[in-house]
């Protein structure tokens, strides 16, 4: 469940209210969304995000009839997931993650944090605002440059790109930098209360729920 938020940075109930007819686990692996306004968009996902959902599918509704209108995620009394279960599950891959990446110890991470960092991940790999806006389902282009409003690195990069001959890391003063005061202060909830999850701390998140993959709440 938690591979197929951050493959599409879904909101939460987008991915509760998904029906097994809604995922297409074949080539080309693709999933359907309805965001806000009932506006319906189509996203990609990877092999991977399609093989554990196919397995959790075939392990949640095996012996079930006619299930193609059934919830794909549910908890162990075979009903549809809960807002309250998905938080419930993620706290505990996030506990049980932060033994090996200690970092998430300290941060706040909620559901809407994975697609967060979804966002803040496509912006980083230069894919452009538009494209970004349909994928998440954003009704304005003003919503998804928030994200671009949140992120450090990418205003370090507009940065070095206009004064070039200004950004010189080796020449830094005996006090801290603040390029350096200003990542610190990243690391936890920026001012709308987002969380950036880094890719280690997603993998460790990620490491977790696939060594339990099909529990549920």
Same mark, same amino acid.
């Given at each position: 469940?938690?591979?197929?938020?951050?493959?599409t940075? #879904?909101?939460?109930?987008?991915? !509760?209210?998904?029906?097994?007819?809604?995922?297409?686990l *074949?080539?080309?692996f693709?999933?359907?969304?309805?965001?806000k306004?009932?506006?319906?968009?189509?996203?990609? +996902?990877w092999?991977?995000?399609?093989?554990?959902?196919?397995?959790?599918?075939?392990? /949640?509704?095996?012996g079930?009839?006619?299930?193609?209108?059934?919830?794909v995620? !549910?908890? *162990?009394r075979?009903?549809?997931m809960?807002?309250?279960g998905?938080r419930?599950l993620?706290?505990?891959?996030?506990a049980a993650?932060?033994? #090996?990446?200690?970092?998430?110890a300290?941060?706040? +991470?909620?559901?809407?944090?994975?697609?967060?960092?979804?966002?803040?991940h496509l912006l980083?790999?230069?894919?452009?605002?538009?494209?970004?806006?349909?994928w !998440?389902?954003?009704?304005?282009?003003?919503t998804?440059?928030?994200?671009?409003?949140?992120?450090?690195?990418?205003k370090?990069?507009?940065l070095?790109q206009?004064?070039?001959?200004c950004?010189h890391? /080796?020449? #830094? #003063?005996?006090?801290?930098?603040?390029?350096?005061?200003?990542?610190?202060?990243?690391?936890?909830?920026d001012?709308?209360?987002?969380?950036?999850?880094?890719d280690s *701390?997603f993998?460790?998140?990620?490491a977790?729920?696939?060594? *339990?993959?099909?529990?549920?709440?």
């Amino acid at each position: 469940m938690f591979s197929l938020m951050f493959n599409t940075g #879904a909101r939460v109930q987008e991915i !509760l209210n998904r029906r097994i007819r809604d995922v297409r686990l *074949e080539s080309p692996f693709q999933v359907r969304l309805a965001s806000k306004g009932n506006k319906v968009r189509v996203c990609p +996902i990877w092999p991977r995000t399609a093989q554990l959902v196919r397995d959790l599918i075939h392990k /949640q509704h095996a012996g079930l009839e006619s299930t193609a209108d059934h919830a794909v995620f !549910l908890n *162990e009394r075979g009903a549809a997931m809960t807002r309250f279960g998905v938080r419930y599950l993620l706290q505990k891959y996030v506990a049980a993650a932060a033994t #090996a990446v200690p970092t998430l110890a300290s941060k706040r +991470i909620h559901p809407h944090s994975l697609r967060h960092t979804t966002a803040v991940h496509l912006l980083k790999a230069g894919v452009d605002f538009a494209t970004i806006s349909q994928w !998440l389902g954003h009704s304005s282009l003003d919503t998804t440059m928030r994200y671009a409003r949140a992120d450090i690195d990418l205003k370090r990069q507009a940065l070095a790109q206009v004064f070039p001959m200004c950004w010189h890391p /080796q020449r #830094a #003063a005996p006090l801290p930098s603040m390029a350096t005061a200003l990542s610190a202060g990243f690391t936890g909830s920026d001012a709308n209360g987002y969380v950036e999850t880094s890719d280690s *701390e997603f993998a460790g998140c990620q490491a977790h729920q696939t060594a *339990e993959s099909g529990n549920s709440t």
